[in-house]
């Protein structure tokens, strides 16, 4: 049993520190971007990015906790249903289960999000993540534990439910890092045509994030701007 345990925890500690050194690198390079592309974009903003980023590294433990079990389920106990051969499902299931998985995970993060926009919740929780004002690449990840452990517990109960190639989850998790990273960068990098076209017009990215910073009772989205319009919540688009 404490071998089992051992080995559990181990795993944890593992994902977690990978998820922060996830967050260390692409936050880093994010950072070092807007600072080549739009220099003077994080002036004076030294004292939030520092909070951004402790704030960050715990959430990066937290995540890493649902994770670490998983990933041990899945190697040692086959819990999950994360499969490895190309054949084991249609090859049309690849590219569709990426998008339930993305349309799923936005579901999740649009209710708990507006969750976190109720009063009582707001000042325990989601304050911290809107101290971020205006956000930076550095605060993707800017969670209370709280909050952090809503989001940690998403993709682990997918893998558990629905079935995944490991190649199409690696490529959930870097569509989730770049876009979580890049929702918050506080300004536009994606072309105007592209944001203001009728396929981007479905889609999230800084400008329409932004304006949940800036608004706070709108644009709760993550991925996807369906539940935004269906629930009469999308706000249009802010001009980072």
């Known amino acids: 049993?404490?071998?089992?345990?051992?080995?559990?925890?181990?795993?944890a500690l593992a994902m977690s520190a990978i998820v922060g050194l996830r967050y260390v690198a692409s936050s880093g390079f994010f950072a070092w971007l807007t600072k080549?592309?739009?220099p003077g974009q994080y002036d004076g903003l030294g004292p939030q990015i520092g909070s951004e980023?402790?704030?960050?590294?715990l959430s990066a433990l937290i995540f890493g906790i649902p994770a670490g079990v998983v990933a041990w389920g899945w190697?040692?106990?086959?819990?999950?249903?994360?499969?490895?051969?190309?054949?084991?499902?249609?090859?049309?299931?690849?590219?569709?289960?990426v998008l339930l998985y993305l349309f799923l995970h936005d579901t999740w993060f649009y209710w708990t999000h507006r969750l976190m926009h109720r009063p009582k919740v707001f000042r325990v929780a989601h304050a911290v993540h809107h101290a971020s004002r205006p956000p930076t690449a550095w605060a993707?990840?800017?969670f209370h534990p709280i909050e952090a452990l809503t989001g940690a517990v998403v993709i682990p109960v997918?893998?558990?439910?629905?079935?995944?190639?490991?190649?199409?989850?690696?490529?959930v998790l870097f569509v989730m890092t770049v876009m979580g990273i890049t929702n918050h960068?506080?300004?536009?990098?994606?072309?105007?045509?592209?944001?203001?076209?009728r396929f981007g017009g479905w889609l999230i990215t800084a400008s329409h994030h932004n304006r949940h910073h800036e608004q706070y009772r709108c644009n709760y989205g993550l991925y996807f701007r369906v539940w935004d319009r269906l629930?009469?919540?999308?706000?249009?688009?802010?001009a980072p």
Not at 4 to 9: E, F, K, L, N, R
Not at 158 to 171: C, E, K, N, Q, Y
Request: net charge positive; proline share 5%; charged share 15%.
């Open 140 to 142: 993707a990840m800017s």
């Open 185 to 197: 960068m506080g300004w536009e990098m994606f072309p105007r045509s592209l944001v203001n076209s």
């Open 1 to 11: 049993m404490w071998a089992t345990v051992a080995a559990i925890g181990a795993s």
């Open 231 to 238: 629930c009469k919540t999308d706000a249009g688009l802010s």
């Open 36 to 38: 080549r592309v739009r």
């Open 53 to 57: 980023v402790r704030w960050s590294l």
């Open 158 to 171: 997918l893998v558990l439910l629905v079935p995944i190639h490991v190649a199409m989850l690696g490529l």
């Open 75 to 97: 190697q040692e106990r086959g819990w999950t249903k994360i499969y490895t051969e190309w054949d084991a499902q249609p090859l049309w299931w690849l590219p569709a289960s």
